[in-house]
């Protein structure tokens, strides 16, 4: 079964846009792993908003990458490297996907897309590039979450620049209702 693993920009108080959807505050100073991030990808789930800012800005960005962009509104589109999945098919088709042979899968974004797949236990390990920035307003990482969700820390890595990833998994949950009648 391939990772699907969720790599993003957040500032340090929990925003991935600022609050007119802007993303200066991303620092691009480095590599910051992802030369060796995307050389482990041959996938990437997306949002049709995200995937609409990157076909606006720099549509060759990802192009190595097979493109699952998660859209009801979306055409079917003419690139073969591009498959829109609908969200009446939103969980056959991940767990179709993730059971493929391949490499890992990035989890783009966007919020709403990320609560989907937590909701359902899809992503495998949570890869956040925390920015030295606080935005005070604009759009939650987390958002719509119900449950309480504990994690388990897998390495961090501090940059020159201040910025630190944090590498994490969930933690497993056991289920106690299997020991009952014993």
């Known amino acids: 079964m391939r990772k699907i693993i969720l790599n993003l920009a957040v500032s340090l108080d929990g925003f991935i846009e600022g609050p007119n959807g802007e993303y200066d ?5 480095q590599d910051y ?10 996938a990437i789930f997306i949002g049709r908003k995200s995937y609409d ?11 190595a990458l097979k493109m699952y962009v998660f859209s009801d509104t979306l055409q079917p589109s003419t690139n073969p490297n591009t498959e829109i999945i609908k969200s009446a098919d939103f969980k056959s088709a991940v767990e179709t996907i993730r059971d493929q042979p391949g490499k890992n899968i ?3 974004g966007g919020a709403s897309l990320v609560s989907s797949f937590i909701e359902e236990g899809f992503i495998t390990e949570f890869l956040l590039s925390v920015h030295p920035v606080i935005l005070g307003s604009g759009k939650p990482l987390f958002m719509g979450s119900k449950d309480r969700i504990e994690l388990i820390l897998l390495g961090s890595e501090q940059f020159s620049s201040g910025l630190v ?7 497993p949950k056991f289920d106690l209702s299997m020991l009952d009648g014993m």
């Not at 792993?33 to 041959?42: K, N, R, V």
């Not at 800012?53 to 192009?63: K, Q």
């Not at 990833?165 to 933690?171: C, D, E, M, S």
């Open 25 to 29: 505050w991303c620092l691009a100073d």
């Open 33 to 42: 792993g992802m030369t060796e991030f995307l050389s482990s990808s041959d």
């Open 53 to 63: 800012l990157l076909m606006s800005t720099d549509p060759e960005m990802f192009g």
């Open 106 to 108: 990035w989890m783009f």
């Open 165 to 171: 990833q944090l590498r994490y998994t969930i933690k």
